[in-house]
């Protein structure tokens, strides 16, 4: 082949690599709503979708970046990716995601509510919307318990798609409907303090948990990360995470463990000690104390939806 033909060859390929369609989502996949999971997401090059899609990601790490703003991306994050937004997946390391595609204008068509958070490109303000200047903002993080209901609502989309009857399709919308709720609900802008110093200082503390929260770290260990004195971390924790750093701890903890059970074969005890609980019977009262219920009935709820 010539290097005037090998030349354009790469052209076509980047361009098919550029813009996504339905076409390419796995078969069985189609408009106006598609769910498709992504385990051991590998780095990807810029690329755009034809589609609107939300992205939840369920373990690891990576960057989501946005011409040259990169975003962290971690357990629990929630955020949506507009129709001919060019992004790229970087720096992945054991990234699972969930991916729901949704064509905007069907659902817009529905209710008036629904056409106007289509329409406005509003389905709630988080992720890549920065103005020139600014700094790469953030996604949506959600706490356990929101995270955990937001998972079983996908659970129970994905099954509802794998059927054909036309029962399953509209429940299938009815639950990608009470997701998108469920977000809007919890997408609050958080507030600015003013005090990059503090903020930074917590900051590296809340990165140290999701990095070291199957160990068996102490408040020592978290604080000492943030170069402060124990009282004054104490009181910039609690300021601006609303907890106690323990009690972060302990539900950034039972996230992972929620996740596990509904993502992974492992029993409770073995799910127990990977989140960094040294005692399966006091995982289960933590757990039943924050989602009402057991892990293991939870983990059965997740396999019959």
């Known amino acids: 082949m010539s290097s005037t033909k090998k030349a354009k060859h790469q052209l076509k390929r980047e361009a098919r690599l550029r813009l996504l369609g339905w076409s390419d989502l796995p078969k069985g996949h189609g408009p106006p709503l598609a769910l498709v999971r992504a385990t051991e997401h590998p780095e990807f090059p810029k690329h755009h979708h034809e589609f609107w899609e939300i992205v939840m990601v369920t373990r690891g790490t990576g960057l989501m970046v946005f011409g040259s703003k990169p975003l962290p991306i971690k357990l629990g994050d929630v955020f949506v990716i507009g129709r001919d937004q060019e992004h790229a997946y970087r720096e992945t390391h054991s990234l699972d995601i969930i991916n729901i595609a949704f064509d905007p204008a069907y659902i817009g068509s529905v209710h008036p509510v629904l056409g106007d958070w289509m329409s406005k490109d509003a389905l709630f303000a988080v992720g890549p919307r920065w103005r020139p200047g600014e700094s790469p903002g953030e996604c949506l993080h959600l706490g356990p318990s929101e995270f955990a209901r937001a998972l079983d609502l996908v659970q129970r989309l994905e099954a509802e798609l794998e059927s054909a009857s036309a029962e399953a399709r509209v429940a299938a919308f009815a639950y990608f409907l009470l997701l998108v709720t469920l977000l809007r609900r919890h997408c609050l802008p958080r507030e600015?303090?003013?005090?990059?110093?503090?903020?930074?200082?917590?900051?590296?503390?809340?990165?140290?948990?999701?990095?070291?929260?199957?160990?068996?770290?102490?408040?020592?260990?978290?604080?000492?990360?943030?170069?402060?004195?124990?009282?004054?971390?104490?009181?910039?924790?609690?300021?601006?995470?609303?907890?106690?750093?323990?009690?972060?701890?302990?539900?950034?903890?039972?996230?992972?463990?929620?996740?596990?059970?509904?993502?992974?074969?492992?029993?409770?005890?073995?799910?127990?000690?990977?989140?960094?609980?040294?005692?399966?019977?006091?995982?289960?009262?933590?757990?039943?104390?924050?989602?009402?219920?057991?892990?293991?009935?939870?983990?059965?709820?997740?396999?019959?939806?």
């Open 192 to 305: 600015a303090t003013g005090d990059a110093a503090p903020s930074t200082r917590v900051g590296r503390a809340v990165e140290f948990i999701e990095n070291h929260f199957a160990e068996p770290i102490t408040i020592d260990d978290i604080a000492a990360c943030s170069h402060v004195s124990r009282r004054h971390f104490f009181r910039i924790f609690e300021q601006a995470v609303g907890l106690a750093p323990m009690e972060y701890l302990k539900k950034v903890r039972l996230q992972k463990a929620a996740a596990m059970l509904l993502t992974t074969k492992a029993n409770v005890t073995e799910v127990a000690f990977a989140c960094g609980f040294n005692d399966s019977n006091y995982f289960s009262s933590l757990y039943h104390k924050e989602y009402g219920m057991s892990p293991s009935r939870f983990k059965r709820a997740g396999r019959m939806a």
